[in-house]
């Protein structure tokens, strides 16, 4: 069983910058591939980014790509996600959860945490 717990959201002005965590309670935290999920009001889950156990591969949608970076830190069961010149349309309740492989759907991943939210203001 797993646990995670996101912190670090909250309001923002367009093109401004946040950093969400995302502590682990696991045993054995590079077992799991670790990804963003978000979801705004009235529309569904989006994948957003992904990060293997290893931090050699590191995977983000379109969207995100160039302003948002994954990465964990294994010593610490934690990974982040840094949130660079956000834009109101990424606002949303953001998701860490975990998998036991590489994956792009809600339905790969395992565990999740209770989300955390983050609001931009235009």
């Known amino acids: 069983q797993v646990q995670l717990v996101e912190s670090g959201g909250g309001l923002v002005q367009a093109g401004g910058s946040l950093r969400l965590s995302c502590a682990a309670s696991a045993r054995s935290f590079t077992n799991y591939y670790m990804g963003w999920f978000r979801q705004a009001p009235g529309k569904e889950c989006e994948y957003v980014a992904q990060i293997d156990w290893s931090r050699a591969y590191t995977y983000y949608a379109d969207s995100v790509k160039g302003r948002f970076t994954i990465s964990r830190d294994n010593a610490k069961n934690t990974v982040y996600l840094q949130m660079n010149s956000l834009k109101p349309e990424d606002t949303a309740v953001y998701y860490c959860?975990?998998?036991?492989?590489?994956?792009?759907?809600?339905?790969?991943?395992?565990?999740w945490g209770q989300g955390t939210q983050v609001t931009v203001s235009s």
């Open positions: 959860a975990a998998a036991y492989g590489f994956g792009l759907r809600e339905k790969d991943y395992n565990y």
